[in-house]
């Protein structure tokens, strides 16, 4: 997580004053972490703190809210009859267009939690270790609040994923991962017609007459999906990705399929251990054939993935430290 600072610049562009509602701190259990975020606007939400009524009165005080900045503390069941048992606490700051020049080309966003002219004060020295601890570590810091002052890293995309293919399974896909954090996605298609006419704007639609040869450009740490709606395509960004690089690349089809690519990805001169890098098939059969279904079951699967991926990481951490 971390201050998203692309949408909120969508959000103010389109509604002029927005309110940011983040959770600052948490005590005891709570629907959602430190860092979690929505933004509120007079007609309208985006994004989630959760809890239904601590996200509902938050969001109703945000719109009555006339500082520029408030801290309040939440009792999640004296207060709002939830069954958490902790309490949360949340800064909620007032936004329009002149307050988002101040954030521009910053990677940390600290502030005091009750804005004052800026050159006023100082971040205090536990602010100042903070950030000169994770610059020299090359690491950015969680959001947290340290004395009486609120320091999120603003968000950017640490996985990217290649959804090529923007047929009804393709679709179904972006629609259900869009939305997730930590995704950069890059849409792929032969045609720009073939995509549809409103697409998520965390999402990059690029359309290429001959897709594979865009491979060559991607990060060869990148995720991959290939689901287009041609056989002889599919096998061709499988050649592709074999020969550059990937951290995971799924494809979609049945058993049969996968025999008979296996085969022609051999005779493409892959090993055998090369090929058993692409998984096929993806998602979950279970589930069914409708589109959604089966775009339910692959970002399921990618998801837990990413996720194992996660704890061996932290596992090498601790193991090297």
């Known amino acids: 997580m971390?201050?998203?600072?692309?949408?909120?610049?969508?959000?103010?562009?389109?509604?002029?004053?927005?309110?940011?509602?983040?959770?600052?701190?948490?005590?005891?259990?709570?629907?959602?972490?430190a860092g979690a975020a929505m933004l509120v606007w007079a007609d309208g939400q985006s994004g989630t703190i959760g809890g239904g009524a601590l996200e509902y009165e938050a969001a109703a005080a945000a719109r009555?809210?006339?500082?520029?900045?408030?801290?309040?503390?939440?009792?999640?069941?004296?207060?709002?009859?939830?069954?958490?048992?902790?309490s949360v606490t949340l800064l909620t700051e007032v936004y329009t267009a002149s307050e988002l020049v101040l954030l521009e080309g910053r990677d940390v966003i600290a502030r005091p939690v009750a804005r004052v002219p800026a050159g006023d004060t100082d971040a205090p020295l536990a602010v100042?270790?903070?950030?000169?601890?994770?610059?020299?570590?090359?690491?950015?810091?969680?959001?947290?609040?340290?004395?009486?002052?609120?320091?999120?890293?603003?968000?950017?995309?640490?996985?990217?994923?290649?959804?090529?293919?923007?047929?009804?399974?393709?679709?179904?896909?972006?629609?259900?991962?869009?939305?997730?954090?930590?995704?950069?996605?890059?849409?792929?298609?032969?045609?720009?017609?073939?995509?549809?006419?409103h697409i998520p704007p965390q999402v990059t639609r690029l359309p290429a007459?001959?897709?594979?040869?865009?491979?060559?450009?991607?990060?060869?740490?990148?995720?991959?999906?290939?689901?287009?709606?041609?056989?002889?395509?599919?096998?061709?960004?499988?050649?592709?990705?074999?020969?550059?690089?990937?951290?995971?690349?799924g494809l979609i089809g049945s058993k049969t399929k996968w025999a008979r690519f296996r085969s022609r990805l051999a005779a493409l001169g892959h090993g055998p251990e090369q090929i058993a890098r692409i998984t096929c098939p993806i998602g979950r059969p279970d589930l069914g054939k409708h589109p959604h279904a089966i775009a339910i079951g692959v970002a399921a699967d990618f998801m837990a993935r990413q996720q194992r991926a996660d704890r061996n990481t932290d596992l090498n951490k601790e193991h090297s430290a």
Not at 13 to 30: F, M, Y
Not at 235 to 241: D, N, S
């Open 128 to 197: 100042h270790r903070l950030l000169n601890t994770a610059r020299a570590q090359g690491q950015r810091p969680p959001p947290q609040l340290v004395q009486g002052w609120m320091v999120e890293p603003v968000y950017r995309p640490t996985r990217s994923l290649w959804i090529w293919g923007a047929g009804h399974v393709g679709r179904a896909l972006v629609d259900v991962l869009s939305p997730l954090p930590d995704l950069a996605i890059t849409w792929v298609d032969v045609a720009a017609d073939r995509f549809p006419d």
């Open 209 to 249: 007459a001959a897709p594979e040869r865009l491979v060559p450009h991607v990060d060869t740490e990148a995720n991959h999906l290939i689901l287009t709606y041609s056989h002889q395509l599919d096998l061709a960004l499988c050649h592709a990705v074999l020969g550059h690089g990937f951290t995971f690349a």
């Open 64 to 86: 009555r809210q006339t500082a520029s900045a408030h801290l309040s503390t939440h009792a999640l069941g004296p207060d709002l009859g939830q069954c958490c048992g902790g």
């Open 2 to 33: 971390g201050f998203d600072l692309a949408s909120l610049r969508t959000a103010v562009a389109r509604h002029g004053r927005v309110s940011r509602v983040v959770v600052a701190e948490i005590r005891g259990s709570s629907p959602r972490e």
